[in-house]
């Protein structure tokens, strides 16, 4: 079984500024991937970020970077450079590497960027 | 290039009834997973259909149910309405059974039951 947690309910961000937010999860599969995903208000969840976990490396994609923890299993989320359009739940996922799209997510933040 | 699309937006039904949403894959894509998401949670998997055949199922009761057609499109049925079942039920499609193709979701169906 696979379980995703997200301390944080909601968290607050000035424009421009950085931010990071927490994940932890457990799992009994040797072999899985790590995701961020964002939902904004129009209900659409969008993927920010993915993380194989058998690579060491954390992933980027341009603003957005991991910083994943293997051993500890955690799994944070920098936004760097915040955007208004960053305003979004964003949830933490995990899925096992034979069952794809079976992915758990976790209850999510509230993310706001303040102008 | 469309994306998943889901029909209706807005639902609302009254206990005990039955109903179907529907949603079409993104172009290219064979492979359709439903999720539920109660007000304030994360999403669910509910479950998983490919090649016409339900391949993964979560921990949801039998009045869930599901078909895919052969043009890859699926609908979600939920038989017996609880006034719980009211959630956002996302659709997301991939391509290849075990791939690791990202997901594209659509942006759901919000039922109501009352």
């Known amino acids: 079984a696979q379980t995703v947690t997200q301390s944080q309910p909601e968290m607050s961000v000035q424009e421009a500024e950085t931010v990071t937010l927490s994940c932890t999860y457990d799992?009994?599969?040797?072999?899985?991937?790590l995701f961020w995903y964002k939902q904004p208000p129009s209900r659409q969840m969008i993927l920010v970020i993915r993380?194989?976990?058998?690579?060491?490396q954390n992933a980027t994609e341009n603003r957005f970077s991991v910083n994943f923890q293997k051993a500890a299993k955690s799994f944070s989320l920098k936004i760097s450079d915040s955007q208004l359009g960053d305003t979004a739940m964003y949830f933490c996922?995990?899925?096992?590497?034979?069952?794809?799209?079976?992915?758990?997510f976790g209850p999510g933040t509230s993310l706001s960027v303040i102008p | 290039d469309a994306g998943v699309t889901q029909s209706p937006t807005h639902l609302i039904k009254t206990r005990g009834q039955q109903v179907t949403l529907r949603c079409s894959p993104k172009?290219?894509?064979?492979?359709v997973s439903w999720y539920q998401q109660a007000l304030g949670q994360g999403p669910q998997f509910i479950f998983q259909?490919?090649?016409?055949?339900?391949?993964q199922r979560g921990n949801f009761p039998d009045r869930f149910s599901g078909h895919q057609f052969p043009n890859y499109s699926s609908e979600l049925n939920v038989n017996a309405l609880l006034l719980g079942d009211s959630a956002l039920y996302l659709c997301?499609?991939?391509?290849?059974?075990?791939?690791?193709?990202?997901?594209?979701f659509g942006n759901g169906t919000r039922l109501t039951v009352t």
């Open positions: 996922a995990c899925s096992p590497q034979t069952s794809y799209d079976k992915v758990i």
């Open positions: 172009s290219g894509h064979d492979t």
């Open positions: 259909y490919y090649e016409e055949e339900e391949r």
């Open positions: 997301a499609s991939s391509f290849g059974y075990v791939d690791n193709s990202p997901l594209h």
């Open positions: 993380q194989e976990a058998y690579k060491q």
């Open positions: 799992t009994s599969e040797s072999n899985y991937y």
